[in-house]
């Protein structure tokens, strides 16, 4: 089915080369069964996924395993052999193994479906492309497209990466120059590839499925068999959203239709995956980046904490203050205001208030909003309006 929608879009697009091969964009990554730091890359068992731009659905996956403990049991005379399945495909280094099985997964499609893959999308970090060139008969003519969400992770770790080599750059110009150099290696160098802002999403989407059901990488599940059920599993769950492959999966073994538990749990995983979709429907515009803002805490920024005045000291200055806002004489204030600006006692009187233009904001504040931003505008309209006079 999938093939055919591939095959279908790629007739669309008018994307048949001139043998006769449909030729389509894939989505590459692989996956290990052991989460590796940066180092130790000994996984026994790894896949790749293959899935389509266009359709947005798995076409190949290729798994490879390093061992098979039930071939070992019978090695060691623990067991006799029961059936001839051995789970064991794969005898090099756990790093050629994504590229073995995308490189399968390419002849694959080229032999039994006519479909040529002439654009990879990848992560980079594996030596996947070049092993495609090397092996696949068209391989000549794949185009290697960075995924942009990779190339921008790159470039953020050499930036980081340059603050703790300073002996890389000397001079007024070096760190400039450094930084320059990096932008060019690693945004530049691919950017013909980057314009297209492909993503290997997708296949992210996929590992995170797979690590759902492989203990998040922390069981060793590949022993025998177990990585390559999981790996499927995956796919399943990947290809029908909410579950509803077991439906299928049932009808196919049992030969029957589904009873009604089964019935009854596929039915609210559908429902909770409608309803979410919907709700997300109902707020389309959600801005989920929201930038922090740069407030600080108590021991750092704009609130830090500072040592107050004496409560006698602040007392007195309030006592201060609302004296001087006493009126004696109302006859006499409106006298002498007349005019406003022109009048030296309306500026006098005017700074020791609030303007009109404030009095809401301090009126309607809330207790939890800190005051510090709206006193600061206070003080700074109060200091340009009336400039304290010697
Ligand atoms: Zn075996």
Redesign the pocket.
């Known amino acids: 089915m999938r093939f055919l929608k591939e095959k279908k879009l790629a007739e669309l697009r008018g994307d048949i080369d001139s043998d006769g091969y449909y030729c389509i964009t894939l989505i590459v990554d692989g996956v290990w069964c052991k989460r590796s730091y940066g180092h130790g890359y000994n996984a026994s068992s790894g896949v790749s996924v293959l899935i389509g731009m266009s359709t947005q659905k798995i076409v190949f996956i290729g798994i490879r395993n390093k061992v ?5 049991a ?1 090695a060691n005379r623990q067991m006799e052999r029961k059936d001839p ?4 495909n794969w005898s090099g280094p756990s790093t050629a193994m994504e590229s073995d099985a995308v490189v399968e997964g390419l002849l694959y499609l080229e032999n039994v479906h006519h479909i040529r893959c002439t654009r990879l999308v990848g992560d980079g970090d594996a030596n996947t492309i070049a092993k495609c060139k090397e092996r696949v008969p068209y391989g000549g003519r794949i185009l290697k497209v960075e995924c942009a969400n990779h190339a921008v992770r790159r470039y953020g770790r050499a930036i980081q990466k340059l603050q703790g080599n300073t002996s890389r750059f000397s001079g007024q110009t070096g760190l400039l120059h450094a930084i320059q150099y990096e932008i060019g290696r690693t945004l530049v160098a691919c950017s013909n590839t980057l314009i297209w802002n492909a993503t290997n999403n997708p296949a992210e989407t996929y590992m995170s499925q797979l690590c759902k059901i492989s203990g998040g990488k922390r069981i060793n599940f590949s022993k ?1 068999g177990g990585f390559n059920r999981r790996a499927n599993i995956a796919v399943l769950a990947f290809q029908n959203p909410a579950q509803q492959y077991h439906g299928k999966a049932y009808k196919m073994i049992a030969n029957k239709s589904p009873s009604t538990p089964l019935n009854k749990f596929l039915l609210t995983r559908r429902n909770k995956y409608l309803k979410r979709l919907q709700r997300k429907k109902l707020f389309p515009n959600i801005k989920k980046f929201r930038p922090k803002q740069n407030t600080g805490d108590c021991n750092y920024g704009d609130s830090v904490e500072k040592p107050d005045m004496p409560t006698e000291i602040f007392e007195s200055m309030t006592e201060n203050l609302l004296s001087k806002l006493k009126v004696q004489n109302n006859s006499d204030v409106e006298f002498e205001t007349r005019g406003q600006t022109t009048s030296e006692r309306w500026r006098y009187e005017r700074s020791l208030r609030l303007s009109s233009s404030f009095f809401k904001e301090v009126a309607c504040r809330k207790a939890s909003t800190p005051c510090s931003k709206l006193v600061k505008r206070i003080v700074n309209y109060m200091v340009q309006s009336f400039p304290p006079q010697r």
Do not use: H, Q, Y
């Open positions: 098979c403990l039930i071939c070992s019978i399945v051995c789970w064991k025998a």
